[in-house]
């Protein structure tokens, strides 16, 4: 049996009052994924894990052809439930695929772009998932993974932090659910170098970007409510300007690649 929970919603991961850090970076994280797939009038994209299908939405509202896959019904029933608003003339609405992303029931070569925001840590085959989206994604198309960093700079603080208070001083860390810890529906604690060796595997990588700097960490959720708004998003910028240049302490890390041909096949095939 396959231990996936698949009644689970994005109650536990959309928190409902967002800090301005969390704001900023599930912004910033979809924009650099969707823009990354090119995505334009006539683009055939594939969104795996689609969750709620926010995403695979926003992409139809631009012009592209969007799948959604996606194994959990629940899932599935909350994107219908959110396309439930027509999409303008002239756009088509994403289909929405039951499916496992190690198994992705497409053709090869059947997308220009596929790309997988925030799932891959909760999928128990992350690596047949990469190759199946080399697989069904064209030679000169794309492929992108938006990934969060658990050895990021805010995580590595947090640690240390923690192991200060609790071995010298004796006090209990600063949260119950700390965020450098792996949640209990991951399969896999991702930082960079693990991230670029399985995509790796079937991707020839083009871009890593990192993205926002100090998510969570303590004292930076709390003095950004504090600034007047203008001030607090130039600090969050100019995080994310470091963050781009050092991805392996970013929050979350974008990697754009085109399937790997080795041989006279792409990987995965
Ligand atoms: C945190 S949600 C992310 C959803 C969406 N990509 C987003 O950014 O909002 C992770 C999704 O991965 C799906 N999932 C879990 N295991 C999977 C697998 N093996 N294949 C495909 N999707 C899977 C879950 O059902 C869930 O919808």
Redesign the pocket.
């Known amino acids: 049996m ?1 231990v ?3 009644d ?1 919603d ?1 109650s536990d ?2 928190p409902t009052n967002l800090a301005r850090d969390s704001e900023f970076l599930f912004a910033r994280m ?1 924009e650099v994924t969707l823009d990354s797939t090119g995505a334009g009038r006539g683009r055939r994209v594939l ?9 695979s939405v926003a992409l139809a509202r631009r012009g592209a052809r969007v799948v959604g ?4 019904a629940r ?1 599935a029933a909350m994107a219908q439930l959110f396309q439930s608003a027509p999409l303008p003339d002239g756009l088509t609405a994403p289909t929405w695929v039951r ?4 198994a992705l029931p497409f053709a090869a070569q059947s997308f220009d772009a596929s790309f ?4 891959l840590d ?4 992350p690596e047949s ?1 990469i190759a199946e989206m080399a697989r069904v994604t064209r030679r000169d198309g794309v492929v992108v993974l ?1 990934i969060a960093n658990f050895d990021s700079l805010a995580c590595r603080v947090t640690r240390a932090i923690d192991g200060l208070r609790q071995e010298w001083l004796g006090l209990p860390p600063l949260r119950t659910r700390r965020g450098y810890d792996t949640p209990s ?1 991951h399969f896999t604690r991702y930082e960079l170098d693990l991230m670029r060796e399985q995509a790796e595997r079937a991707l020839e990588i083009d871009r890593v970007i990192g993205i926002s700097l100090g998510w969570g960490m303590p004292g930076w959720t709390a003095l950004l409510s504090r600034l007047p708004a203008s001030i607090a998003d130039l600090g969050l910028r100019a995080a994310d300007w470091l963050a781009r240049r050092s991805p392996s302490l970013a929050d979350v890390v974008v990697l754009v690649g085109r399937p790997a041909v080795r041989g006279a096949e792409p990987i995965g095939r």
């Open positions: 396959r996936v929970d698949l689970r994005m991961v959309i979809t969104d795996v894990g689609s969750g709620v299908g926010q995403d896959a996606e194994p959990s899932m499916g496992w992303a190690d997988c925001k925030g799932a909760h999928f128990d085959a998932a938006a529906d």
